[in-house]
Nanobody
Framework: QVQLVQSGGGLVQSGGSLTLSCAAS????????MRWYREAPGSSREWVGG????????NYADFVRGRFTISKDNSENIGYLQMNDLKPDDTAVYYC????????????WGQGTQVIVSS
């Protein structure tokens, strides 16, 4: 069964850190780019950042650059979103998404994980 399973969300104080995981099953991540998005209450889903399929190249939205780090371990079939110096505005449901570099119709989403940052 093809799926992405997320874990690692929770409640953290402002300035704290969390790491979200996104584990793939039923397919291998080697040919997939991975992106992370978030959706805050009352807001539309926004792009947080992404990582290339195999080079490890990353890019980030301005509001997380320098605080968040995306990584992907193709041998373990898992990706991560490391979040440091969290702020209350980072409170949202976070989603991972993968897309095959040659077959974009192969596109999968994780179930989402809640992150709450208290002030």
């Amino acid at each position: 069964q093809v799926q992405l399973v997320q874990s690692g969300g929770g409640l953290v104080q402002s300035g704290g850190s969390l790491t979200l995981s996104c584990a793939a099953s039923g397919f291998t991540l080697g040919m997939y780019i991975m992106r992370w998005y978030r959706e805050a209450p009352g807001s539309s889903r926004e792009w947080v950042g992404g990582i290339a399929s195999d080079t490890g190249g990353t890019n980030y939205a301005d509001f997380v650059r320098g605080r968040f780090t995306i990584s992907k371990d193709n041998s373990e079939n898992i990706g991560y979103l490391q979040m440091n110096d969290l702020k209350p505005d980072d409170t949202a449901v976070y989603y991972c998404e993968v897309r095959h570099v040659l077959r974009p119709e192969n596109n999968y989403w994780g179930q989402g994980t809640q992150v709450i940052v208290s002030s």
